[in-house]
Nanobody, 120 residues
Framework: QVQLAESGGGLVQAGGSLRLSCAAS????????MRWYRQALGKQRELVAG???????NYADSVKGRFTISRDNPKKIVHLQMNSLKPEDTAVYYC??????????????WGQGTQVTVSS
């Protein structure tokens, strides 16, 4: 069974930094694109950053220049380094990954989410 487990959330003051990590475990053949989403209270879930298996990266405009996504393929981990945090970054952050459990069988998996709170 495949699982994604996020870590690294917490409370930080505006201007501070946090590093989120998401580790995949279970019967995994390979991992395609990996993404971070966030959902603030009362708002829709939005894509924050994504990285493909070939390390092609994209960011939401709201986090460009402040957040950095990276992945460690052997360890099956994706990180999100968040700098210059703002109160509007407060949300539950979710890891999402396209995981292959065999050569041809794959689907999306989600982590349970980790809370990030930025105080002003």
């Amino acid at each position: 069974q495949v699982q994604l487990a996020e870590s690294g959330g917490g409370l930080v003051q505006a201007g501070g930094s946090l590093r989120l990590s998401c580790a995949a475990s279970g019967t995994i053949f390979s991992i395609g694109r990996m993404r971070w989403y966030r959902q603030a209270l009362g708002k829709q879930r939005e894509l924050v950053a994504g990285i493909t298996g070939d390390s092609i990266i994209n960011y939401a405009d709201s986090v460009k220049g402040r957040f950095t996504i990276s992945r460690d393929n052997p360890k099956k981990i994706v990180h999100l380094q968040m700098n210059s945090l703002k109160p509007e970054d407060t949300a539950v952050y979710y890891c999402n990954a396209d995981i292959y459990t065999s050569r041809y069988l794959h689907r999306d998996y989600w982590g349970q989410g980790t809370q990030v709170t930025v105080s002003s």
